[in-house]
């Protein structure tokens, strides 16, 4: 960088003229002072205009702790994600990823465009610190200097934010994904600008399956079709993660369709719980009871919620439809989640259809015969149980997509499957 650019940058960022930087450079430069030298001193005599009077100091990633004002680093950035946020009653564009060298890793949120990209090598000037759930982040603004680094900054770990599925994590910006769309359906929401439509889903890779929102829908999305989608954010939701699409995110057929996971991880219930959640997951345990509730139901026609005596909670008396559900609890010795199982599912279990319950209830003059059979079956066997798992106050529930007797060994398993036919 030449005196003239230098010049111009602290200018900009000191907020004075830039003929008084200039010739303030020139004076120590003609002391064989070093270029980014000369340009601390002006900094320092000019009394940055953040961070007050302290000179910000020059660290490594892995030193900067939340005590520090404002800090000097040199850096390569990781990943960069754009965002608009509104920002006292504007919207803003934001830029924010991670940045590191070779000690460590920080979030880092840019909020003007310094021009610089993922992969890029730089050196940061006076970054304000702000803490965020207790680590240290930057905040590159007005009074931050960038420019590109001599050589590049070595990294341990992946530049770029090319993921697998599998690896994202809440809080995660400017990634890119080839994936698969699963699932996709528009609905309509109150966002902060009104009635909009979004798009959410479940789109899959070869390591993981999440779910998915287009913030600002792209009309290329469609089922099963797959895409490369270059700067998504990740949040969580429901305990797990999940993708966020805006209106900066770039979206763009793939020519070979990306091949999907057809298994989900398989953990203990006590780690599942633990974490929270899961959007995809297989257990493995007992059913331990099956609960109140299970059986033939009857659901509001409106909401689809389970109605008690013709009343829905929220819309009165209405004309309830029929349906089969299963609450069951399992357990494996860790923990235990009450598995909710749709009607197709409780129709293989049951051994029959809707019709076919509501036939055996009226013979037995009991909807309750529903249950007890489905009862019987369930309670005391293994199963092998895959579906999507969320966590809160009123416990754990695994919604779920599979259901079937637990057993690692194939001849085991056929004998299951020999005495479930013979039944
Ligand atoms: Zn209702």
């Given at each position: 960088m030449?005196?003239d650019?230098?010049?111009?940058?602290?200018?900009?960022?000191?907020?004075?003229?830039?003929?008084?930087?200039?010739?303030?450079?020139?004076?120590?430069?003609?002391?064989?002072?070093?270029?980014?030298?000369?340009?601390?001193s002006v900094?320092?005599?000019?009394?940055?205009?953040?961070?007050?009077?302290?000179?910000?100091?020059?660290l490594?990633?892995?030193?900067i702790?939340?005590?520090h004002?404002?800090?000097?680093?040199?850096?390569?950035?990781?990943?960069?994600?754009?965002r608009?946020?509104?920002?006292?009653?504007?919207?803003?564009?934001?830029?924010?990823?991670?940045?590191?060298?070779?000690?460590?890793?920080?979030?880092?949120?840019?909020?003007?465009?310094?021009?610089?990209?993922?992969g890029?090598?730089?050196?940061?000037?006076?970054?304000?610190?702000?803490?965020?759930?207790g680590?240290?982040?930057?905040?590159?603004?007005?009074s931050?200097?960038?420019?590109?680094?001599?050589?590049?900054?070595?990294?341990d770990?992946?530049?770029?934010?090319?993921?697998?599925?599998?690896?994202?994590?809440?809080?995660?910006?400017?990634?890119?994904?080839?994936?698969?769309?699963?699932?996709?359906?528009?609905?309509?929401?109150?966002?902060?600008?009104?009635?909009?439509?979004i798009?959410?889903?479940?789109?899959?890779?070869?390591t993981?399956?999440?779910?998915f929102?287009?913030w600002?829908?792209h009309?290329?999305i469609?089922e099963?079709?797959?895409?490369?989608?270059?700067?998504?954010y990740?949040?969580e939701?429901?305990?797990?993660?999940?993708v966020?699409?805006?209106?900066?995110?770039?979206?763009?057929?793939?020519?070979?369709p990306?091949?999907?996971?057809?298994?989900?991880?398989?953990?203990?219930?006590?780690?599942?719980?633990?974490?929270?959640?899961?959007f995809?997951?297989?257990?493995?345990?007992?059913v331990?009871?099956?609960?109140?509730g299970?059986?033939?139901?009857?659901?509001?026609?409106?909401?689809g919620?389970?109605i008690?005596?013709?009343?829905?909670?929220?819309?009165?008396?209405v004309?309830?439809?029929?349906?089969?559900?299963i609450?069951?609890?399992?357990?494996?010795?860790?923990a235990?989640?009450?598995?909710?199982?749709?009607?197709?599912?409780?129709?293989?279990?049951?051994?029959?259809?809707?019709?076919a319950?509501?036939?055996?209830?009226?013979?037995?003059m009991?909807?309750?015969?529903v249950?007890?059979?489905?009862?019987?079956?369930?309670?005391?066997?293994?199963?092998?149980v895959?579906?999507?798992?969320?966590?809160?106050?009123?416990?754990?529930?695994?919604?779920?997509?599979?259901?079937?007797?637990?057993?690692?060994?194939?001849?085991?398993?056929?004998?299951?499957?020999?005495?479930?036919?013979?039944?």
């Amino acid at each position: 960088m030449d005196v003239d650019s230098k010049a111009e940058e602290l200018a900009s960022a000191l907020g004075i003229d830039k003929q008084e930087v200039k010739s303030d450079l020139e004076a120590l430069l003609e002391f064989d002072v070093p270029l980014d030298e000369a340009a601390q001193s002006v900094r320092r005599k000019h009394g940055g205009s953040s961070g007050g009077s302290s000179t910000p100091e020059t660290l490594a990633v892995d030193e900067i702790t939340t005590e520090h004002g404002t800090v000097n680093v040199t850096v390569r950035v990781l990943t960069q994600g754009t965002r608009t946020i509104r920002y006292q009653g504007d919207d803003q564009t934001i830029r924010e990823g991670k940045l590191a060298d070779e000690s460590g890793t920080i979030s880092y949120t840019a909020w003007q465009d310094f021009g610089f990209e993922a992969g890029d090598s730089l050196v940061v000037g006076n970054a304000g610190v702000r803490e965020w759930d207790g680590h240290p982040e930057l905040n590159l603004g007005q009074s931050t200097t960038v420019s590109m680094a001599d050589k590049t900054v070595d990294v341990d770990g992946p530049v770029g934010g090319d993921s697998d599925l599998i690896d994202l994590a809440p809080g995660d910006r400017g990634r890119n994904l080839e994936v698969r769309i699963q699932e996709v359906d528009s609905r309509t929401i109150d966002g902060r600008d009104g009635e909009t439509t979004i798009l959410s889903g479940v789109l899959a890779d070869e390591t993981a399956r999440l779910p998915f929102t287009d913030w600002n829908p792209h009309p290329d999305i469609d089922e099963g079709a797959s895409f490369r989608i270059e700067d998504v954010y990740v949040r969580e939701y429901r305990g797990s993660p999940s993708v966020n699409l805006s209106e900066f995110s770039t979206v763009s057929p793939l020519a070979e369709p990306v091949s999907v996971a057809d298994s989900a991880p398989r953990l203990s219930i006590g780690e599942a719980v633990d974490n929270g959640g899961l959007f995809d997951v297989e257990i493995v345990g007992n059913v331990i009871e099956v609960r109140d509730g299970s059986g033939l139901i009857e659901r509001c026609p409106d909401c689809g919620r389970v109605i008690q005596n013709g009343q829905c909670r929220t819309h009165g008396e209405v004309e309830g439809e029929d349906d089969l559900r299963i609450k069951a609890i399992v357990d494996d010795g860790t923990a235990s989640v009450t598995a909710i199982i749709g009607t197709e599912l409780t129709e293989g279990i049951y051994g029959g259809d809707i019709a076919a319950a509501k036939e055996a209830a009226r013979e037995a003059m009991d909807k309750e015969v529903v249950a007890d059979t489905i009862r019987e079956k369930l309670v005391g066997g293994a199963y092998r149980v895959r579906g999507s798992l969320s966590v809160d106050e009123y416990g754990a529930n695994l919604n779920v997509d599979e259901f079937e007797p637990a057993s690692d060994d194939p001849a085991e398993r056929a004998t299951a499957v020999l005495a479930e036919v013979r039944q």
